[in-house]
């Protein structure tokens, strides 16, 4: 049975297409963000995610069923995969199960969320972009789209050079059309870059964004890593969603994805998205 909260809730998500929010019919959840629910019942992880009214979703994993049994249980409720999340080593070693996964799922976009490297450097950038983009060639010539969702710490200035970060790097020996980025709100400014400035930097190269919030007077630091306590509800943090979501739209980005990594996902999820649907432009 429907809460009251979720009921208003669905209310607001089918409101979306009727009104001005930026977010019109691009907005949908990470499945991370419920990973708690998934872990102990898939069937209702999903359940939740379809109460809540969403209808796209970003996975990270099928939690134990195949691709197919999990892109079964997202038809059953109406949920489109329109893009998934896939490990390093798991691109590297096996890029043809990647893309068989990928268009069981459904989904638009291969994401490549985390680096395992030690550190990222310059070294690392020109390493990688050349990883990434023999990723994002096979990506594309199997009709799939590659995006790499940095995490932060790749925005540290190069020792010597002018002010540039081996994430500028990255951006300019990967292939415009071939590789694409992901933008984590929180780790970006989590890392001290002011997220709206970032996305009109590099217009035509963000195409996914993460929705999410950083506590006020949180620990700039620009490492992997922040306290629980620093991820709040969307609009409750000290991120200007106005401006990064403007500049979003310019950049072109296509899908947004709520990530809640809070304590209690569950109860900030609404708030999240009651925020969300109150903005205008």
Same mark, same amino acid.
């Given at each position: 049975m429907h809460t009251p909260t979720k009921i208003l809730l669905l209310a607001l998500l089918t409101g979306f297409a009727g009104c001005s929010t930026p977010l019109t019919n691009r907005l949908g959840i990470q499945l991370w963000s419920l990973r708690h629910e998934f872990e102990a019942n898939v069937p209702r992880g999903l359940d939740e995610t379809k109460t809540f009214g969403f209808t796209l979703v970003e996975t990270a994993g099928t939690y134990g069923l195949t691709p197919a049994d999990f892109r079964g249980q997202l038809d059953a409720r109406g949920l489109r995969a329109v893009a998934a999340h *896939?490990?390093?080593?798991? !691109?590297?070693?096996?890029l043809p199960g990647v893309i068989a996964e990928a268009r069981t799922l459904g989904a638009?976009? &291969? &994401?490549?969320?985390?680096l395992p490297q030690p550190e990222f450097d310059a070294a690392t950038a020109r390493e990688v972009a050349g990883v990434f983009n023999r990723w994002g060639a096979a990506l594309q010539a199997a009709g799939l789209k590659f995006a790499f969702h940095p995490h932060g710490y790749e925005f540290h200035p190069i020792p010597g050079g002018h002010g540039e970060?081996? *994430?500028?790097? !990255? =951006?300019? !020996? +990967?292939? $415009?059309?071939?590789?694409?980025?992901?933008?984590? =709100? *929180?780790? =970006?400014?989590?890392? /001290?870059i002011d997220p709206a400035a970032?996305?009109?930097?590099? $217009?035509?190269?963000?195409?996914? =964004?993460?929705?999410?919030?950083?506590?006020?007077?949180?620990?700039? +630091? /620009? +490492?992997?890593?922040?306290? $629980?306590?620093?991820?709040?509800?969307? /609009? +409750? /943090?000290?991120?200007?969603w106005p401006a990064i979501l403007r500049a979003a739209k310019s950049a072109g980005v296509k899908y947004y994805f709520i990530e809640d990594e809070t304590v209690a996902p569950l109860q900030n999820i609404p708030v999240s998205l009651h925020y969300l649907q109150s903005l205008k432009g």
């Open positions: *896939f490990g390093y080593d798991r !691109l590297q070693n096996d638009e976009y &291969v &994401v490549m969320p985390w970060t081996p *994430f500028d790097l !990255l =951006v300019e !020996l +990967t292939r $415009p059309g071939v590789v694409s980025f992901e933008m984590d =709100v *929180f780790w =970006v400014a989590h890392a /001290g970032l996305l009109a930097k590099y $217009p035509d190269r963000w195409t996914l =964004v993460h929705v999410k919030d950083l506590r006020r007077g949180a620990a700039i +630091t /620009g +490492t992997r890593s922040a306290p $629980p306590e620093d991820h709040v509800a969307v /609009g +409750t /943090g000290q991120l200007d």
